[in-house]
């Protein structure tokens, strides 16, 4: 079995930073993509920020400048540096994983999700 866990929401004041982290564990043979996706109410998930097992990535426009994905490969982790952030940045954050697991099976895991809300 593959499990995503994500860590590190909470409540911030506009303009303070968090950092999130998601660790993959279980029956792992290879991860590719990592990712962080945010929901807010009423709204369609979105994908705030990816990166390649190379380390390529790619952010949300309205986080560009803010926000910084990173990774540790040897440790099946990612990360989201979130600074300068906004009321409209809160939202439940999901870990997304691009697993090949040990029985050759690729596919998407999510995590439970982290709150993480900014007060104005």
């Known amino acids: 079995q593959v499990q995503v866990v994500e860590s590190g929401g909470g409540l911030v004041q506009a303009g303070g930073s968090l950092r999130l982290s998601c660790a993959a564990s279980?029956?792992?043979?290879?991860?590719?993509?990592m990712g962080w996706y945010r929901q807010a109410p009423g709204k369609q998930r979105e994908l705030v920020a990816d990166?390649?097992?190379?380390?390529?990535?790619e952010y949300l426009d309205s986080v560009k400048g803010r926000f910084t994905i990173s990774r540790d490969n040897a440790k099946n982790r990612v990360y989201l540096q979130m600074n300068s952030l906004k009321a409209q940045d809160t939202a439940v954050y999901y870990c997304?994983?691009?697993?090949?697991?040990?029985?050759?099976?690729?596919?998407?895991?999510w995590g439970q999700g982290t709150q993480v809300t900014v007060s104005s």
């Open positions: 279980g029956s792992i043979s290879s991860i590719n993509a």
């Open positions: 997304e994983a691009d697993i090949l697991n040990e029985l050759g099976y690729r596919r998407s895991y």
């Open positions: 990166i390649t097992s190379g380390g390529s990535t």
